[in-house]
T-cell receptor
Framework: DQQVKQNSPSLSVQEGRISILNCDYT??????FLWYKKYPAEGPTFLIS?????DKNEDGRFTVFLNKSAKHLSLHIVPSQPGDSAVYFC????????????FGGGTRLMVKP | DVKVTQSSRYLVKRTGEKVFLECVQD?????MFWYRQDPGLGLRLIYF???????EKGDIPEGYSVSREKKERFSLILESASTNQTSMYLC???????????????FGDGTRLSIL
């Protein structure tokens, strides 16, 4: 039973438009949520995180929104660029579980020039 | 920059073989992790270690073991490889958590393992 789910396996967006990647979770005890980005033949790289006590965190073109009542978070990329084409993984952390992350299945984003 | 190095990018082994996957990090991180990545399932944690000679089971430890004799090195062992262990294996490391401060995990580039 997956505790973190990304229901869209792929997303295609035009360059310059907004990309919205979604993630749902079931465990209300998660303390942190993170997004990782993965290019082919490379390991995932950390992109942005949000604490469960916040509802928004912004870093340049990337913004993560957290809706705790809906157990939902989303990553917004504005404006999208072709270099953003990658697989994006949502992950969640329980503080009392050390540094263990629970990952979603990933969403492949394709940004068309 | 943190460097996590996995010894092989591609590996082909036969069913029943004992397989060793090696991972080395150069940032003196306390925590090290082994994941496998399969389509649609994301990354699933196999084992992790928060100190030398310490190990903890992750979500899918069956068929695997690990070894951490030195802080910088974390080895994943497939005791008797089977075809369902064909996958992408990813190693990661991170600083030990200090209070509530989250420390991001840094990943290696992965080893694509095929068991024939």
């Amino acid at each position: 039973d997956q505790q973190v789910k990304q229901n869209s396996p792929s997303l295609s967006v035009q360059e310059g438009r907004i990309s919205i990647l979604n993630c749902d979770y079931t465990n209300s005890m998660f303390d942190y949520f993170l997004w990782y980005k993965k290019y082919p033949a490379e390991g995932p790289t950390f992109l942005i995180s949000i604490s469960s006590i916040k509802d928004k965190n912004e870093d340049g073109r990337f913004t993560v929104f957290l809706n705790k009542s809906a157990k939902h978070l989303s990553l917004h990329i504005v404006p999208s660029q072709p270099g953003d084409s990658a697989v994006y993984f949502c992950a969640a952390l329980l503080n009392n579980a050390g540094n263990m992350l629970t990952f979603g299945g990933g969403t492949r984003l394709m940004v068309k020039p | 920059d943190v460097k996590v190095t996995q010894s092989s990018r591609y590996l082909v082994k036969r069913t029943g073989e004992k397989v060793f996957l090696e991972c080395v990090q150069d940032m003196d991180h306390e925590n090290m992790f082994w994941y496998r990545q399969d389509p649609g399932l994301g990354l699933r944690l196999i084992y992790f270690s928060y100190d030398v000679k310490m190990k903890e089971k992750g979500d899918i430890p069956e068929g695997y073991s690990v070894s951490r004799e030195k802080k910088e090195r974390f080895s994943l062992i497939l005791e008797s490889a089977s075809t369902n262990q064909t996958s992408m294996y990813l190693c990661a490391s991170s600083l030990g958590t200090g209070g509530n401060l989250y420390q991001p995990q840094h990943f290696g580039d992965g080893t694509r393992l095929s068991i024939l």
